[in-house]
């Protein structure tokens, strides 16, 4: 019922910078969390950012004070501002929705999308 499509990835210098874009759509009511995680080969997937509906932000502390994430919550999208890019930022980045079916649920499902490739040069 759910997709999850991520856009803007690609390869940069290091000192650059990459806005990402991920939509949810579908058949329901509302999203709650968005965020982003990446996996670079040979390491787990992490947390990057991630921010609640009321607008709530978390951020790795790798990325803090270089990346941004922010929301449109009438299009149930989320964005990720990235500046000052280092190779360590080099990863395949994945957008997670939790999404309400309804108004009154109680609980949330939570989706992945395909990934978007980033890639930091020096």
């Known amino acids: 019922q759910v997709q999850v499509v991520e856009s803007g990835g690609g390869l940069v210098q290091a000192g650059g910078s990459l806005r990402l874009s991920c939509a949810a759509s579908?058949?329901?009511?509302?999203?709650?969390?968005m965020g982003w995680y990446r996996q670079a080969p040979g390491k787990q997937r992490e947390l990057v950012a991630s921010?609640?509906?009321?607008?709530?932000?978390n951020y790795a502390d790798s990325v803090k004070d270089r990346f941004t994430i922010s929301r449109d919550n009438a299009k149930n999208t989320v964005y990720l501002q990235m500046n000052s890019l280092k190779p360590e930022d080099t990863a395949v980045y994945y957008c997670?929705?939790?999404?309400?079916?309804?108004?009154?649920?109680?609980?949330?499902?939570?989706?992945w999308g395909q990934g978007t490739q980033v890639t930091v040069s020096t």
């Open positions: 997670n929705a939790e999404v309400a079916y309804y108004s009154y649920s109680r609980s949330y499902d939570s989706y």
């Open positions: 921010i609640r509906s009321g607008g709530s932000t």
């Open positions: 579908g058949r329901f009511f509302s999203t709650n969390g």
